[in-house]
Nanobody, 123 residues
Framework: QVQLVESGGGLVQAGGSLRVSCAAS????????MGWFRQAPGKEREFVAG????????RYADSVKGRFTISRDDAKKTVYLQMNSLKPEDTAVYYC????????????????WGQGTQVTVSS
């Protein structure tokens, strides 16, 4: 089993940068694909980025491609989401998730979820 705790959210101005982190517990973290999702008020949860078990492959939503970078540090059991050139429409609660089967965009493929961290981008 994996427990996930996000941190690093906050308030940032448009054009700024922020890095959110997700610390995992459990001995098998390195075997999981990891993903970041977000949910804005009144909207459905959407995929942001995913990274495979060894960090060799990543994928991104079109809306964040070129601005966001997902990475992982298995020694620290942590996955990161570096967010640059932030826009007001990036405002949401950001969730990390762990998957035994991949790192895709479907939230149904993820077995474990964190509690989320709020990111607010002011215009």
């Amino acid at each position: 089993q994996v427990q996930l705790v996000e941190s690093g959210g906050g308030l940032v101005q448009a054009g700024g940068s922020l890095r959110v982190s997700c610390a995992a517990s459990g001995r098998t973290f390195s075997s999981y694909g990891m993903g970041w999702f977000r949910q804005a008020p009144g909207k459905e949860r959407e995929f942001v980025a995913g990274i495979n078990w060894n960090g060799g492959s990543t994928r991104y939503a079109d809306s964040v491609k070129g601005r966001f970078t997902i990475s992982r540090d298995d020694a620290k059991k942590t996955v990161y989401l570096q967010m640059n050139s932030l826009k007001p429409e990036d405002t949401a609660v950001y969730y990390c998730a762990a998957s035994r089967t991949g790192y895709g965009s479907s939230f149904g493929g993820y077995a474990y979820w964190g509690q989320g961290t709020q990111v607010t981008v002011s215009s």
